[in-house]
C-alpha cells in the first residue's frame, strides 16, 4: 500500500492549509462501532484542487466534515494553518466556518423557504467579502432563476445553487461534496469551470469529493480512500480542462 | 431586509393558521390579565378619588340619642380630625303605582348640622340641593329614583315616625356611603324596594326628637392616629346615649361589599391568566419543536456557513416572539375593551358617579413581559437541543424512532382491535407525554368553561337554601323599636295572615379567646316555622333553650367549639357582658350571625318579653292589603319582602353573570381550539408521509381521516372527564377565595354545567377536524414520496 506521508514529498510543508495527522472517526451504533476513518495522515496545500475518490461508505464525506468544522474527530490532530480545530470550541469552529470555509454538500441542503438568491445571501450576509449573489449564480449559469423556490428547481439546478451559496463568499477553503453528482456532463462542466476559477483566480484551497474517476484528470492531486484509510496518492503532472475531462 | 428575516416572515405565513391559534390563546390569557387589573385599578382609583373628594368618613357609629355638646368630648379625642353628626332613620314609603312595601333609610342632609366637618357629601346628579325652611323636600337615591321614575318634582309619602308626610323630590344624589345599596337584613340590591333619602336636618330632627341631638355620627382620622384607639375612645363616650359600637370604614357595609368584589376579581386576574400562559406555553413548545425536527438540515447548513448557536437560536426566538406578539397586541386591545366594558358594567352594579379608567402601564408592561417569558421558556429547550447538535449529525436524517410492542400488545389484547385503531393507538403511546399534555392543555378548557357555569349554580344553590329552606316567610316586619310580645296580635289579625312568629334582634359582639366578631343575635321562638336553622345535611336544628348558635362560618373564624364559653357584648340598651355556652352550628352561605331562643336572649337582656319584629306567613290573595296594613301600622318601621328583592337581584345580575359567562366560555373555547387545532397540525405534519403512502395505497380520505382525526378524538374524550375534575377543582379553590364573612360560595355543579362543558370542547374538536379536513384534501402524494426524510 503506497502511504504519502507529508515529510515525502512535500518538504515545504509550511504552506499546508490543512494537516492531518493520525485521524480516526468511530460511530456507535448501538452495540456495534462503525469505524469511518481508521487513521488518516494527509496535508492539503494552499491553492491546491485536490479530488477524493473512493466507494460508498469509504469515509470521504466524514473526513470533508472534519475538515469543515462540521463534526469532531475521534483521535488525532487537524490543523488548519496554525489553528488546530481538533480542539477548538464550539465559537471558534463557528468563527473558523463563517470566515475561512465554503461547503458543497452531497444532498444540496438548501432552505426551501428562500429563493435562490435568498439562499446565497444568507452566507453573504454573515462573510467579511463576500461576491454578490447575483455574481455567484451566474458563474453557475442560474443568473435567471434566481427567483424561484428550491421546490420549483430541478435536481442539478439546486446543486448549482448550492455551489454558488459555497462560492459567493470567497472562502479561503472550499470542500464539496459530489458537486456534480446529479449533473448531465454540460452542466457538470459549467459547475467545475465555476469551481477551477474560484481555484485559481483566488487561490481557494478546494477538495471535491466525486464517484467520477474522470474529475481527477482536473486535479493537483487525487486521494483515494478506502474503508476509513488513504490507500493511494498521486500527483497529476498536467491539468486536463474540466471541458475537455472525459465524463 | 435580511434573508433570515424572510426566511421568518414565510415560514411564520406557511404555519399561520397555527400561529393564530397560539396567538389567540396567549391573547386571551393578556386580556383577561389586563382586564381584570384594569378593571380592578379603575375600582380602586375611583373609589378613592370618590372617598376623598366627597370626604367619605372612617369611623361610624349609630347611637340612640345623644345631644350636640357631645361632640366636644369627642373633638378632644386625641386623632380625631373632622366630626359630622347625623339624623338617621328607616322608614317606609308609599309610592303611587306601587303596591308592595318599599323602605328607605331617611338621612339627615350633610352639612346641615353644627358638626364641624361635612362628611359623606352627596353626588348630586340631577336637580338641586333643598333650600333652607323647606321642609318637605328630599333628595333620593340615583338607584332608587331610576327604579320608581323619581323626577325632580315628583312626589312619595313617608310614613315619619307615624305620621305620615308627602315629600317632593327635587334631586337625584350618590353618596360615597351607599355605593352598595341593601336594605338592614338583606344581601342583595333592591333598588324599588329599598332607598336612601335625604332630607334637611331640621324637621327630621324634630319628627324624632332629635333637636339639638343626634342619633349617628361619622369621624374622618387625623394622618397617624390610631383607628382603634380613637374606636374605643369614642364608644366610651357613646355608651351612655346609646352607642352601638363604633366601626372602622374597612367594616362599613357598602366599602366592605365592594371589598369583596375587589378580591374577587383579584383572584380572576391571577388564576386565569396562569392556565392561559401554561397552555401557550405547551403550545408553542410542540409546534416549535416539530418546526425545528423538520428544520434540522436548515439549522445544520446555517451552522455549516458560520451562522453561530446564538444566531441561530436567536433566529427561532424571534419567530416565537413575533406569535407572542401578535397575541400580545391583540390582548391588550381585547383586554383594555374588556376592561372598560367590565368597569362600566360595575359603575352600573354599584353605585358610582363616575369611573376613572385606569390602565397602568406596568400592567401592560406585566403582561407582555409575562407572555413573552413565558414563550421563550416553553421554546428554550427544544431550540437548544436543535442547535447543539453537530452540523454533520444534524444533515444527516434522524434515527428512526425505535417502535415498542403497544401495552396493548403486550397484553395480548390487539386482536379485539382493527388495525387503524390500532395505529391510532401506537401512535399515542410513542409520544406518551405530549399526548398526556395535549390531555392537560384540553382539561383546562373544559375547567374554564365550568368555572362561569360555577358563580350562577352557587348563586343559585345560596339562595335555594337561604330563602327556599330556611327562611319561609313571606314578610318580615320590622318594629321602629322594641315591643312586647302581644303586639303580635295586631298582625295576627290581619286578614290573610296565617302565621307570625316574633323575632329579637340585638346587636352584639362576641369573643372567644382573643378573637372578636360584632354581629346581631337573633332571638327566635323554639320550634319556628318560619326559620329553619340548618345542619350540614339542611335538616332542621332546634336551638336548646339556653344557649347560642352560630352560623358555621362564625364558629370556625372564632376557632370556638359546642361547650365552649361565648363572651357576649350587648351594644344596646345597658350593654350587659355575659358568658353563654356555644351549643351548636348552623349551616349557612349568608351572613354571620348568632341565634338563641327569643326567650333565653331577652333574659341576657333582662328586658322582659320583647320583639324587634315579626316574619309572616301570608295568603297570597291578601298580598296587597296586608301591604296597606302593616304600612299603616305606626309600629312598623319597614317590611321585608325577599323573595321580590331576590327576583330584582337576578335582573341586575343577569348582565354581569352573562358578561362573565360568556367570557369563560369563549376563552375556555379559544384553549380547546388552540390546543386540538395544533395537536391535528402536528400530527398531520408529522404522519403526512405515512398518510400520503396510504392514499397511493389506495385508502379513502375519510379513512385517512379516520387515522388521524382518531388520535385527538380519543384525545379528547379522555380529557373531557379529567376536564370536569379539574373544573371541580379550579371551581373549589374559587369558592374558597370568595368566601368572606358576607357570604360563602358553594360549590354546586349541577349536570349541565358538566354537559356544556363538554359540548363547547367537542365543537371546538369539530371545528378544528373541519379545517384538518380541508388539509387532507391538499395532501400532495407525488411531493410527498419524492421528498426524503
Ligand atoms: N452519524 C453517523 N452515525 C453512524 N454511522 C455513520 C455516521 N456518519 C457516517 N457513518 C458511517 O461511516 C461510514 C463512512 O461514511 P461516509 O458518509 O463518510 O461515507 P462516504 O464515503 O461519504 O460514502 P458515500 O459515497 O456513499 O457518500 C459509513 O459506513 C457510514 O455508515
Ligand atoms: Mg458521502
New interface residues.
Given amino acids: 500500500m503506497l502511504q504519502d506521508t507529508p515529510t515525502d514529498k512535500n518538504p515545504t510543508s509550511n504552506d499546508a492549509v490543512f494537516r492531518v495527522r493520525g485521524l480516526t472517526k468511530s460511530y456507535q451504533m448501538g452495540e456495534v462501532q462503525v469505524d469511518a476513518l481508521r487513521g488518516i495522515d494527509l496535508d492539503l496545500h494552499r491553492g491546491e484542487f485536490t479530488v477524493l475518490l473512493g466507494a460508498s461508505g469509504s469515509g470521504k464525506s466524514t473526513l470533508l466534515n472534519i475538515l469543515g468544522g462540521l463534526d469532531t474527530p475521534t483521535t488525532g490532530s487537524v490543523y488548519y494553518r496554525e489553528h488546530d480545530i481538533t480542539h477548538a470550541n464550539e465559537a471558534e469552529l463557528t468563527e473558523y466556518r463563517r470566515d475561512h470555509v465554503g461547503f458543497v454538500f452531497q444532498f444540496y441542503n438548501l432552505i426551501p423557504s428562500l429563493t435562490a438568491l435568498e439562499n446565497v445571501a444568507v452566507v453573504t450576509e454573515i462573510a467579511k467579502s463576500p461576491m454578490k449573489p447575483e455574481e455567484a449564480l451566474a458563474l453557475v449559469g442560474l443568473q435567471n432563476r434566481m427567483h424561484h423556490f428550491p421546490a420549483q428547481l430541478s435536481g442539478g439546478e439546486q446543486q448549482r445553487i448550492a455551489i454558488a451559496r459555497a462560492i459567493a463568499k470567497k472562502p479561503e477553503v472550499l470542500l464539496c461534496d459530489e458537486p456534480t453528482g446529479a449533473l448531465d456532463s454540460k452542466t457538470g462542466i459549467v459547475v467545475l469551470e465555476a469551481l477551477q476559477r474560484i481555484n485559481q483566480e483566488l487561490g481557494t484551497t478546494t477538495a471535491v469529493i466525486t464517484h467520477n474517476a474522470g474529475i481527477a484528470q482536473m486535479a493537483n492531486r487525487v486521494v483515494h480512500l478506502a474503508d476509513g484509510l488513504i490507500s493511494r496518492i498521486y500527483t497529476n503532472e498536467s491539468l486536463v480542462s474540466p471541458d475537455q475531462l472525459s465524463w | 431586509m ?3 428575516d ?2 421568518l416572515w ?2 411564520l405565513w ?1 404555519m399561520r393558521s397555527q400561529a393564530l391559534a397560539i396567538a389567540m390563546v396567549i391573547g386571551s390569557g393578556v386580556a383577561i390579565f389586563i382586564m381584570s387589573l384594569s378593571a380592578l385599578d379603575s375600582l380602586y382609583e375611583t373609589r378613592e378619588r370618590y372617598y376623598r373628594s366627597h370626604h367619605f368618613g372612617q369611623v361610624f357609629s349609630s347611637l340612640k340619642r345623644a345631644p350636640l355638646a357631645v361632640i366636644k368630648h369627642i373633638e378632644e379625642i386625641p386623632g380625631v380630625d373632622k366630626i359630622e353628626t347625623r339624623v338617621i332613620s328607616y322608614v317606609t314609603l308609599d309610592i303611587e303605582n306601587f303596591d308592595e312595601p318599599v323602605s328607605a333609610h331617611l338621612l339627615s342632609l350633610p352639612g346641615s348640622g353644627s358638626g364641624s366637618g361635612l362628611l359623606n357629601q352627596i353626588y348630586l346628579r340631577d336637580g338641586r340641593l333643598i333650600e333652607s325652611g323647606r321642609d318637605n323636600e328630599i333628595i333620593v337615591a340615583e338607584k332608587f329614583a331610576q327604579a320608581h321614575g323619581l323626577k325632580p318634582g315628583a312626589k312619595l309619602a313617608a310614613i315619619i315616625n307615624g305620621r305620615r308626610k308627602i315629600l317632593t323630590v327635587v334631586g337625584q344624589a350618590l353618596s360615597p356611603e351607599y355605593i352598595y345599596q341593601i336594605a338592614p337584613g338583606a344581601i342583595f340590591p333592591d333598588h324599588r324596594r329599598y332607598g336612601i333619602l335625604w332630607m334637611a336636618r331640621k324637621p327630621l330632627a324634630s319628627a324624632y326628637d332629635m333637636d339639638g341631638g343626634f342619633n349617628h355620627i361619622t369621624l374622618t382620622l387625623a394622618k397617624n392616629s390610631n383607628e382603634q384607639d380613637v374606636i374605643d375612645h369614642l364608644d366610651e363616650i357613646l355608651k351612655p346615649y346609646g352607642g352601638v359600637g363604633a366601626i372602622a370604614r374597612k367594616d362599613q357595609l357598602s366599602n366592605r361589599f365592594l371589598s369583596e368584589e375587589l378580591k374577587q376579581l383579584k383572584t380572576m386576574a391571577t388564576v386565569f391568566p396562569i392556565i392561559f400562559f401554561g397552555v401557550a406555553a405547551f403550545l408553542l413548545n410542540v409546534v416549535v419543536s416539530r418546526l425545528i425536527s423538520l428544520q434540522r ?2 439549522i ?10 446564538s444566531e441561530v437560536a436567536w433566529h427561532y426566538i424571534k419567530l416565537v416572539l413575533m406569535i407572542v406578539s401578535v397575541g400580545v397586541i391583540a390582548g391588550i386591545g381585547t383586554g383594555i375593551w374588556m376592561g372598560n366594558a367590565l368597569s362600566n358594567l360595575y359603575t352600573e352594579f354599584f353605585s358610582f358617579p363616575y369611573m376613572i379608567y385606569v390602565l397602568k402601564p406596568q400592567v401592560i408592561v406585566a403582561a407582555a413581559v409575562m407572555s413573552m417569558v413565558v414563550a421563550i421558556v416553553g421554546t428554550l429547550y427544544s431550540v437548544q437541543r436543535a442547535v447543539k447538535l ?4 444534524g ?1 444527516r436524517p434522524e434515527q428512526p424512532t425505535l417502535y415498542h410492542r403497544m401495552l396493548i400488545e403486550r397484553l395480548g389484547l390487539q386482536h379485539w382491535f382493527a388495525q387503524p385503531v390500532r395505529m391510532i393507538i401506537r401512535h399515542i403511546e410513542r409520544r406518551p407525554v405530549k399526548a398526556l399534555l395535549t390531555i392537560i392543555g384540553i382539561s383546562l378548557a373544559c375547567s374554564i368553561i365550568m368555572v362561569s357555569g360555577f358563580q350562577k349554580g352557587a348563586i343559585d344553590y345560596m339562595i335555594e337554601v337561604q330563602y327556599g329552606i330556611s327562611q319561609r316567610e313571606d314578610l318580615i316586619a320590622i318594629y321602629t323599636e322594641p315591643a312586647p310580645q302581644r303586639s303580635l296580635y295586631s298582625l295576627r289579625n290581619i286578614q290573610g295572615v296565617e302565621h307570625v312568629e316574633g323575632f329579637r334582634i340585638v346587636p352584639a359582639r362576641l369573643q372567644f379567646e382573643h378573637r372578636s366578631y360584632r354581629t346581631t343575635i337573633n332571638g327566635i321562638q323554639p320550634q319556628s316555622h318560619l326559620l329553619h336553622l340548618l345542619d350540614t345535611k339542611l335538616n332542621k336544628i332546634e336551638i336548646p333553650p339556653q344557649g347560642v348558635v352560630l352560623t358555621d362560618y362564625l364558629a370556625k373564624q372564632l376557632q370556638i367549639k359546642p361547650g365552649e364559653l361565648l363572651d357576649v357584648e350587648i351594644l344596646e340598651g345597658n350593654r350587659p357582658t355575659v358568658q353563654v355556652p356555644m351549643v351548636g352550628t348552623a349551616k349557612q352561605y349568608l351572613g354571620s350571625n348568632a341565634y338563641m331562643q327569643v326567650e333565653a336572649l331577652n333574659q341576657l337582656l333582662k328586658e322582659g318579653n320583647a320583639i324587634s319584629g315579626a316574619r309572616l306567613k301570608v295568603d297570597n290573595r291578601y298580598q296587597q292589603q296586608i301591604y296597606t296594613d302593616l304600612k299603616n301600622m305606626p309600629r312598623i318601621a319597614g317590611v321585608v319582602e325577599q323573595r321580590s328583592s331576590i327576583r330584582a337581584f337576578y335582573d341586575t345580575m343577569a348582565q354581569t353573570i352573562l358578561y362573565f359567562t360568556g367570557i369563560s366560555t369563549l376563552l375556555g373555547a379559544v384553549i380547546a381550539f388552540g390546543v386540538i387545532y395544533n395537536s391535528m397540525r402536528i400530527a398531520l405534519s408529522e404522519r403526512s408521509r405515512e398518510l400520503a403512502s396510504l392514499r397511493v395505497l389506495g385508502f379513502r380520505r375519510t379513512e385517512v381521516a379516520y387515522i388521524l382525526l382518531g388520535e385527538l378524538a380519543l384525545l379528547t374524550l379522555i380529557a373531557i372527564p379529567i376536564g370536569w375534575v379539574f373544573g371541580y377543582g379550579l371551581s373549589f379553590y374559587m369558592a374558597l377565595q370568595f368566601d368572606s364573612d358576607l357570604y360563602r360560595v358553594p360549590l354546586k355543579l349541577n349536570l349541565n354545567i358538566y354537559a356544556s362543558a363538554a359540548l363547547v370542547i367537542i365543537v371546538s374538536s369539530l371545528i378544528s377536524s373541519a379545517m384538518i379536513w380541508r388539509n387532507l384534501s391538499h395532501l400532495d402524494m407525488v411531493a410527498v414520496l419524492k421528498t ?1 426524510e
Avoid: D
Fill in positions: 435580511l434573508a433570515m424572510k426566511k414565510r415560514e406557511a438540515e436548515q445544520a447548513v446555517l451552522k455549516a456557513f458560520g451562522y453561530s448557536n453537530p452540523p454533520a449529525q444533515m426524503k
